[in-house]
């Protein structure tokens, strides 16, 4: 990113989020270090690190107030909340008439085992928040998720459950500025397609319904870009499994040759130049 961004002759600075500093005294004002964000053209958001909630909202809310104030944040500050979280994400897909697994989310054990049942006895469990694989499980036996799910109680943790769709590959587009750049199939000899969790993957070719699947979904949530994972279970329908809106790309890149960086910049550099008017105005 850091090359595609000197390619173009752009100045940039790596600032870590954790070291935001919000100052209100008659004007609001977000740095980092001894940056400030508010002169920034843009900002590229590619982390928000695990924390305390209110580490995590202050982070994100520093982003609302930079936004607040005419800098473009790519994603943006109401998109990351959409998708940070993966229950809410859930629910704008199917509002949006996007197919994806049946999904149960509670708090209570009992509620969990009966969701369990609900959904066929074979789930995969998520934590709310995460990506990359980490912290899913699947169970598919009623002792096993009996005991998972009481361990999970003493974290005090939401159960967020999905019905396992059963497959052998899945599928990751990279959406940028409206349009799908490149896919990849990944093929996993389990159950999980995650590329750090041991997938491997190989460029492909999405059908004309999956790219407007991977676009409605982009839309619904409100990224700039993202990471979407679709696969085609055994009724041969396509679903929706993860919208990522901070997502890597060194995998796909890898196996398709498609430069992201630069498709990134572009679509920065674009986002820029629209909002330039209105910053001027300010």
Not at 132 to 158: K, N, Q, S
Not at 227 to 233: E, H, I, P, Q, Y
Request: charged residues 25%; glycine residues 10%; hydrophobic residues 45%.
């Amino acid at each position: 990113m850091i090359d595609a961004l000197a390619a173009r002759g752009h100045e940039h600075h790596l600032v870590p989020v954790t070291r935001m500093l919000g100052r209100i005294d008659g004007d609001v004002t977000v740095r980092s270090r001894e940056l400030s964000l508010d002169g920034c053209d843009a900002v590229l958001v590619r982390g928000i690190p695990r924390g305390s909630l209110e580490q995590v909202i202050f982070r994100v809310d520093a982003l609302h107030a930079l936004e607040a104030r005419g800098v473009p944040c790519i994603n943006g500050p109401r998109a990351i909340e959409r998708t940070i979280d993966k229950f809410l994400t859930s629910a704008l897909l199917a509002e949006a008439g996007v197919p994806t697994p049946r999904t149960i989310a509670c708090e209570r054990v009992e509620d969990a085992l009966e969701a369990f049942a609900e959904l066929g006895g074979d789930v995969i469990v998520k934590p709310l928040f995460g990506s990359m694989g980490a912290g899913m499980t699947r169970v598919d036996d009623a002792d096993v998720a009996y005991r998972v799910f009481h361990a999970l109680a003493l974290e005090r943790a939401v159960y967020y459950l999905q019905e396992t769709l059963a497959h052998d590959r899945d599928l990751r587009a990279f959406v940028v500025g409206g349009r799908v750049l490149a896919a990849i199939e990944r093929v996993t000899d389990g159950w999980r397609g995650n590329l750090a969790r041991g997938a491997s993957a190989r460029g492909a070719k999405l059908t004309a319904a999956q790219e407007r699947l991977c676009l409605q979904a982009a839309a619904a949530v409100g990224v700039d870009y993202a990471g979407v994972d679709l696969l085609r279970a055994a009724d041969g329908r396509d679903y929706l499994l993860e919208l990522n809106s901070i997502p890597g790309w060194s995998g796909l890149q890898k196996a398709t040759g498609a430069d992201v960086a630069a498709a990134l910049v572009a679509h920065l550099e674009a986002v820029v130049s629209e909002a330039r008017p209105a910053r001027a105005t300010r």
